[in-house]
């Protein structure tokens, strides 16, 4: 033993360089070619577009006021980019490719390396062609982690998500630019699953208490959901905590790239089988996440959960002075646009379509020179964003989170994204205390790319 010891340390101190402790290499997250069984067995497996070879991607878990590193390697054959979705973020580790870095090429590598100020429910996924990208796979759960987590037995991640994939073959019916779909609602799939498995499922004692974090990674579906066997709370929104949980007792609706962090108590009993459930195409209710319940945790539920510790910064002060800046969502299938500007020429509805283009944010289609606000640091900011389009579109924000008023004027949770309904109109707020540039879009990801993007600056 002693001499084991004594050869170790004599090989240490002959090393040439020892290398110093803080040189560590940063942890590797590799887009890559993979295979995987998305379809039930007796269906064909599918090759996707993975994160570490596996879908969906591996949870991040990281604590909150730590710094996240992970060297982006690229293995895929095309260029890529990740964004960190909904964490206050430095402006030149957001990915998007094209106004915040350069997408990376195959074979070569970015480090992506940030604080993390805020706990909560997040998700990463590719911001370079992402319409496609997100759609073979590329996505992953990013969890930070309160120094003093809620009261509650277990912690699990549900990330959900549709694959449009061809039975016979198992592959993506990978027309992902079909301007069928990118002009009209995009593109869903027809199969649905939860953490990369069409039938997910859980075991879990009666009365035991779960958080469930419920990420929706979708291209463009919109999830209803409801709780079966499962008594619960909302207590975050798009990661940030609620100020006061909510009962849920009703139908929960999330947009792609929201998320809802939910407490639950088991309150079915023992042999049943709880879960959540999604409202399917055919207007039933089918399971998403099995739970079957086996034993007992407790023999009375816990009753309702304190709320989640508050992240910084949450306020949005000085609302009613700031001006309103108004944004129409247009476009689309049936409605179509007089005309808008897109690469800097103002087109009419049949050019744009022959551009490919269906959709414009304020008459703007696609980035343009200019950005759509100049805010400068620390003032606060109202965008008004009426949908005159007959489709649903799911608006975020990057870099900062809002209020969405309400129409007694109040502020609403702090959110990331905001589903608008046809003809409804929204109301954001957020305090532009994050210098940058960034990017205002619909996360229905063939919006994005086919007009509904646009993009702000914080100096
Ligand atoms: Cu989650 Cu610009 O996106
Ligand atoms: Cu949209």
């Not at 995987?36 to 990281?62: E, F, K, N």
């Not at 796979?137 to 987590?149: D, K, M």
């Not at 407790?298 to 910064?313: D, E």
């Not at 944004?327 to 379509?353: C, H, I, K, N, Y």
Request: hydrophobic share 45%.
């Amino acid at each position: 033993m002693k001499m084991t010891r004594r050869l170790f340390c004599a090989g240490l101190a002959s090393a040439p360089f020892a290398r110093p402790a803080f040189a560590q290499e940063i942890p590797l997250l590799t887009a890559m070619d993979t295979t995987v069984q998305l379809a039930p067995a007796s269906y064909p497996a599918t090759p996707v577009w993975s994160y570490d070879g596996t879908i969906p991607g591996p949870v991040i878990r990281a604590a909150q006021g730590s710094r996240l590193e992970r060297r982006l390697v690229n293995a895929l054959k095309v260029p890529t980019s990740i964004h960190w979705h909904g964490i206050r973020i430095d402006n030149a580790m957001d990915g998007v490719a094209g106004l915040t870095q350069d997408a990376v090429p195959p074979d070569e590598s970015f480090d992506y390396a940030f604080d993390l100020p805020d706990a909560g429910t997040y998700w990463y996924h590719a911001h370079t062609n992402s319409m496609e990208q997100v759609a073979r796979g590329l996505s992953g759960a990013l969890i930070i982690e309160e120094a003093t987590p809620p009261d509650v037995d277990r912690d699990e991640v549900l990330m959900i998500d549709d694959w449009l994939l061809d039975p016979d073959t198992g592959l993506f019916i990978d027309d992902f630019a079909a301007p069928m779909t990118r002009s009209h609602g995009g593109q869903i799939g027809n199969l649905v699953g939860v953490n990369g498995s069409y039938d997910y499922r859980l075991s879990a004692r009666q009365n035991e208490r779960l958080r469930l974090r419920l990420i929706n990674s979708a291209n463009a579906q919109i999830f209803g959901l409801k709780l079966e066997g499962l008594t619960g709370w909302a207590v975050a929104l798009d990661g940030m905590p609620l100020a006061a949980p909510e009962p849920v007792t009703d139908t929960l609706l999330l947009a792609p790239a929201q998320r809802m962090d939910l407490i639950v108590d088991v309150t079915a009993e023992e042999g049943e089988t709880a879960g959540l459930l999604f409202a399917a195409a055919d207007d039933t209710w089918r399971a998403l996440a099995e739970v079957s319940v086996k034993g007992r945790a407790a023999s009375v539920p816990r009753g309702a959960p304190q709320p989640l510790p508050r992240n910084p910064r949450m306020e949005v002060v000085g609302v009613e002075a700031a001006p309103v800046l108004d944004m129409p969502l247009q476009g689309g299938a049936m409605r179509g646009l007089e005309s808008a500007t897109f690469d800097g020429q103002r087109l009419g509805w049949q050019e744009l379509v022959q551009h490919g283009q269906f959709w414009a944010l304020a008459g703007q289609v696609g980035l343009g020179e200019t950005p759509f606000a100049t805010l400068s640091r620390g003032e606060t900011a109202r965008i008004r964003m009426s949908n005159d389009t007959i489709f649903p579109h799911a608006m975020h924000l990057h870099g900062m989170h809002f209020r969405v008023r309400k129409e007694d004027g109040g502020l609403g949770p702090l959110r990331d994204t905001v589903l608008i309904m046809p003809n409804e109109t929204r109301e954001i707020a957020f305090v532009a205390d994050n210098p940058g540039k960034w990017l205002l879009h619909c996360h229905m990801l063939g919006h994005a790319a086919s007009g509904m993007t646009n993009w702000i600056i914080v100096s």
